[in-house]
């Protein structure tokens, strides 16, 4: 049986490699605090333009 690592996402690196292990091996997956910080302002990034984009085809006539 083979031993599963534990991939940890930093900066700058993050793999093809890793990115298999995780998703092919179920690898335990650690993220830094860095990473954990730029995902979370990359979903606020997503959530503003998703509200905009709904008002605005609230707004627009049919």
Do not use: C, N, W
Not at 17 to 43: C, F, N, T, W, Y
Request: glycine share 4%.
């Amino acid at each position: 049986m083979k031993t599963q690592e534990k991939v940890m996402i930093t900066e700058d690196d993050f793999s093809i490699g890793d990115l298999i292990s995780v998703a092919r091996h179920h690898a335990p997956l650690e993220l830094s605090m860095s990473v954990k910080k730029r995902i979370s302002q990359g979903r606020d990034i997503v959530e503003r333009l998703s509200r905009k984009s709904e008002s605005y085809t609230e707004l627009r006539p049919e």
